[in-house]
């Protein structure tokens, strides 16, 4: 008995030693309901201080524990520098990555970085409804949803802005995910996971939606779509362009192959 307590004290004074004990209380109450929103930015200049603000009342108005993390990709506009500006004032840390590196992979860059236990993910061109992230966060901290959606296509969700030519390039490129989710609206930017949902998670982190590879590839029981008005870019140019929707096309075919062997397996 007298060995084992002395054991147990040997252990226990060099996890002090080492401020293990106290790196993991630490981890716990700060990751504790935290919220990552990660925000891919190319420039944004002229949108990054509203939304700052904007998501800013949301966490006070809502209490809630909350961190903003730009991922720049050295935009010649100098959002990077705004964002670092912002940082000053908000709960904003700014990921500087050298050049265009690509939409998914600062997102997958942001998740690597974010402190929280749920991560979300939106865009800075003021698109996304920043009055919807209470909805979206409400179903994930009640435990009813791991993933949530901020979705055009469900309910009273709507897409004000857009071109008709806009519009059925989305429906037309939604179709063609219909074998791989049941999910109205897959190609959404706007979304929130609990951490666990790409714990362990290989994302390729090639082209444009993230969304649909994580609703693939992911870890979760329920997915719950949240209806959206999603209103287009007013400020700041749109970095769509032809190559993304070969991108797409691409990325489609490898999910689908992916779905394939694993049901297989
Ligand atoms: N870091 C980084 N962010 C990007 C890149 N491409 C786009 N973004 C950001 O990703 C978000 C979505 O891009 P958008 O250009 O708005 O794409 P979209 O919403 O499909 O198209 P529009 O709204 O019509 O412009 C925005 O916040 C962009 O600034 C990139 O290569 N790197
Ligand atoms: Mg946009």
Redesign the pocket.
């Known amino acids: 008995m007298k060995r084992v307590v002395h054991l147990l004290l040997v252990i226990l004074s060099r996890l002090r030693k080492s401020n293990s004990i106290e790196k993991l209380l630490n981890n716990l109450l700060s990751t504790q309901n935290m919220i990552s929103i990660i925000?891919?930015?190319?420039?944004?200049k002229s949108?990054i201080r509203k939304l700052t603000s904007k998501i800013d009342d949301i966490f006070k108005k809502k209490k809630i524990k909350g961190e903003i993390i730009?991922?720049?990709?050295n935009?010649p506009d100098g959002?990077g520098k705004i964002a670092e500006s912002l940082s000053k004032k908000y709960p904003v840390r700014v990921i500087h990555?050298r050049k265009?590196?690509?939409?998914a992979?600062?997102?997958i860059e942001g998740f690597s970085e974010a402190k929280g236990d749920i991560f979300g993910v939106?865009?800075?061109?003021l698109?996304h409804p920043t009055d919807s992230i209470p909805d979206m966060l409400n179903p994930i901290i009640k435990g009813k949803a791991d993933f949530t959606i901020g979705s055009r296509y469900v309910g009273d969700g709507d897409v004000v802005g857009?071109p008709l030519s806009?519009k059925i390039i989305s429906k037309g490129a939604t179709m063609l995910t219909r074998h791989l989710t049941d999910v109205k609206d897959p190609m959404s930017?706007f979304f929130f996971i609990k951490k666990k949902v790409i714990d362990n998670v290989y994302l390729s982190a090639k082209g444009?939606k993230i969304c649909l590879e994580i609703i693939v590839k992911g870890n979760y029981k329920k997915i719950k779509e949240v209806p959206i008005t999603f209103k287009?870019?007013h400020k700041?140019?749109?970095?769509?362009n032809k190559s993304?929707y070969i991108n797409y096309l691409y990325n489609v075919a490898n999910l689908s192959l992916y779905n394939y062997f694993r049901k297989k397996l």
């Open positions: 925000i891919p930015t190319y420039n944004e949108n730009f991922v720049d990709d935009s959002t990555r265009k590196l690509g939409l992979s600062a997102v939106m865009d800075a061109d698109s857009w806009r930017g444009y287009d870019r700041g140019t749109s970095k769509l993304e």
